[in-house]
């Protein structure tokens, strides 16, 4: 009886025990980037070349899947596409990473002995979270469009409440650094969206 | 952004609240108990179906943020797990109690009795065949019952097969060497046919 107990007390201790989840975000995206000063081109005019700058907004989609869940951490993997943008801008990004949970377990926990069975739902969750990954910016400058490959460094925080025995709210806010081949990127990231627990558990035990 | 965030910050305070325990057993109606795994210090909270808030069970009962649950019902085992208030977390137990050991024997021995009562009725009326396959899957079942043994011998004796019955009748013998009937018969059949276990080898 005190296997299971000892797997949601360590926190290194993932076991067969935590479910895996699935989160669908929709939310703002802001990007802001300026293009390096090596790869900057123009047109054969009298003045000198300015350096490009975009800003833009966008309605995005983003597909979490926290595929290897601890007590108090999880490890994730996520994919980001634009939805509506007004200037046709997109942010497209793949990322890994992991978040850190407070105030509750990371995820389901559940543990069956001999026809007795406990679950254990984290009711409401905050966390803290940082990724790594790589993305493609599609910006629009006065006179071009232009894409680059970035690389992706991102901080987030938010929190989660499950409404069901499965599901539940999240909101999100994030921040991330990009650095690409032709250009420097902020970009500020607002989402809301479900959180589903899966049937399946840890992908490693 | 920022009315997304202005509404965060409104909504923490109106969904927390408390966590809770449920607990439920099966059979129903089962004293749930709460142990200190300090001091030992036993405390009935309720009975199954149950639900309580784990702050209480802390504050009120365990006086510990770690403390055992019990799930107790005469005539089942007792049930224990550790629990712990981690958090914001909703705490769903459910219990399957299993009998003691003695009640399940009991059980058991009563389906036997039930069996032979019918197998007794098919010899009765010479279904022999029958039976006889029905008393076997039972020998297998209960393979230290030597009455299981000795109606087979017996079923064999009334087809007429001698040789069969005499192995079933010794075999009823080796289980249990105070089963009066099985000497009786073993030691019949063995005169009747002249034969003992070196001459039958």
């Not at chain 1, 003045?47 to 007590?71: C, H, K, M, P, R």
């Not at chain 2, 923490?12 to 607990?23: A, D, E, F, Q, R």
Request: hydrophobic share 40%; net charge neutral; with cysteine.
């Amino acid at each position: 009886m005190f296997y299971f107990f000892l797997a949601f007390i360590n926190e290194t201790f993932a076991g067969n025990f935590y479910h895996q989840s699935i989160t669908a975000n929709f939310g703002l995206i802001n990007f802001n980037l300026t293009e390096n000063a090596s790869s900057l081109t123009g047109e054969d005019t009298d003045s000198v070349s300015a350096g490009g700058t975009s800003n833009s907004s966008i309605f995005s989609f983003d597909l979490l899947y926290e595929f290897q869940n601890y007590a108090s951490h999880s490890l994730f993997v996520k994919a980001t596409g634009p939805l509506i943008s007004s200037d046709n801008s997109g942010y497209f990004l793949g990322a890994i990473g992991v978040n850190k949970y407070f105030n509750s377990l990371s995820s389901l926990f559940t543990f069956s002995d001999g026809g007795s069975r406990m679950s254990i739902k984290p009711k409401l969750r905050y966390y803290l979270g940082a990724g790594f990954g790589v993305g493609f910016l599609v910006y629009n400058l006065e006179d071009a469009k232009k894409s680059d490959v970035v690389f992706d460094i991102d901080l987030h925080g938010g929190l989660s409440y499950l409404f069901g025995d499965r599901w539940g709210l999240r909101a999100e806010v994030g921040a991330s650094k990009g650095t690409g081949i032709a250009t420097s990127s902020y970009v500020l990231k607002g989402l809301i969206g479900i959180n589903i627990f899966l049937e399946t558990k840890n992908l490693f035990h | 952004m920022k009315n997304l965030i202005l509404f965060l910050c409104l909504l923490l305070p109106v969904i927390s609240k408390g966590n809770y325990l449920n607990i439920n057993s099966n059979p129903s109606s089962s004293d749930v108990f709460v142990i200190n795994p300090t001091t030992n210090k036993r405390v009935k909270i309720g009975r199954t179906p149950f639900e309580i808030q784990m702050q209480e069970v802390v504050t009120n009962f365990s006086e510990s943020q770690v403390f055992l649950i019990e799930v107790v019902k005469e005539g089942y085992e007792d049930y224990r797990v550790m629990v712990g208030q981690i958090g914001s977390n909703e705490v769903n137990l459910s219990v399957n109690l299993s009998p003691v050991k003695t009640i399940i024997e009991q059980k058991q021995t009563d389906e036997l009795m039930a069996q032979l009562f019918d197998i007794q009725r098919q010899i009765r009326t010479k279904d022999y065949s029958n039976a006889i396959d029905r008393l076997m899957s039972l020998d297998k079942k209960f393979p230290n019952y030597s009455i299981i043994s000795e109606l087979i011998g017996s079923a064999y004796y009334l087809d007429q097969k001698f040789k069969e019955a005499l192995s079933y009748y010794r075999k009823a013998f080796s289980i249990n060497p105070e089963n009066k009937d099985a000497f009786i018969m073993k030691n019949y059949l063995e005169k009747k046919f002249n034969l003992t276990l070196e001459k039958d080898s």
